[in-house]
């Protein structure tokens, strides 16, 4: 003998609506709840400009990516961020020795790329080089470095 839950269709009508009504609204519980929990505020990497001066001071070729903060407080420091993108270390060209004959006022940033190509940025201009020839890089550096060398006077501008 089977025995009936509900003894009337009403009950059983009563019983879904509420037992839905419970559901929903402890969805939206669980939901109002667990939102907030989930949110995280997103870290703050701002450096100080003493902090971002100190990683430069003594520093001027880096293996590692820059942040555009570091880049803008520099450039706006009188200083070229020349950021060689490569696809390997084979071939790579003097561009380190050139760097630091420019006294300090390069930072150049290696970074691992499927192509290669040199980013020259500063106050004075952008310029992005893909044909490594050295009179093309050193032309580069010529346009966008604040002080040029006096070697620069026979490029012209």
Partial sequence: MRK????SKEKRKQFIMVFF???VGGVFLLEIIAIPLMYKEPESNIE???EI???FQT???FEENLTEQEKQFMIQRGF???TYYYISDSGFFELEELVKSLEGQVILEKVKSSETKLEL???RDFVIITDFKEGIIFKGFCDTIYY???DCASFGD
């Fill in 59 to 61: 520093q001027w070729i």
């Fill in 121 to 123: 940025e500063s106050i």
């Fill in 53 to 55: 001066a100190e990683k």
């Fill in 21 to 23: 009504a419970i559901l």
């Fill in 48 to 50: 100080t400009p003493e």
């Fill in 80 to 82: 070229t961020i020349a």
């Fill in 4 to 7: 009936k839950l509900f003894k």
């Fill in 148 to 150: 040029p060398p006096p």
